[in-house]
């Protein structure tokens, strides 16, 4: 059993950084791939970024490369999103989810969801 708690959201301006955390409880937090999705109001909930277990790869959806990175430090249990140049499109409900080993960029086949961290970014 895997349990996923974010933080570091807010408000910001455009253009202004901030960075995002997923903290895991777990003994096999290490093995499992971490990704993160957004959900802006009246839309689908999408993917962002993902993680696999090493930190080996990653994957970003397009509209966050460049923007964007994932990391992680699986000593502390915990995986990042460093956000950059920040855009109003940008602003959404941030979840972090996991699944074994492999990042992939479908939420229907992560099994673990944390509650999310609002970020708001105006213009």
């Known amino acids: 059993q895997v349990q996923l708690v974010e933080s570091g959201g807010g408000l910001v301006q455009a253009g202004n950084s901030l960075r995002l955390s997923c903290a895991a409880s777990?003994?096999?937090?290490?093995?499992?791939?971490t990704g993160w999705f957004r959900q802006a109001p009246g839309k689908e909930r999408e993917f962002v970024a993902a993680?696999?277990?090493?930190?080996?790869?990653?994957h970003y959806i397009d509209s966050v490369k460049g923007r964007f990175t994932i990391s992680r430090d699986n000593a502390k249990n915990t995986v990042y999103l460093q956000m950059n140049s920040l855009k109003p499109e940008d602003t959404a409900v941030y979840y972090c989810?996991?699944?074994?080993?492999?990042?992939?960029?479908?939420?229907?086949?992560?099994?673990?969801w944390g509650q999310g961290t609002q970020v708001t970014v105006s213009s």
């Open positions: 989810a996991g699944r074994p080993f492999v990042a992939v960029t479908t939420r229907h086949e992560y099994d673990y």
């Open positions: 777990g003994r096999t937090f290490s093995t499992y791939a």
């Open positions: 993680i696999n277990w090493s930190g080996a790869g990653t």
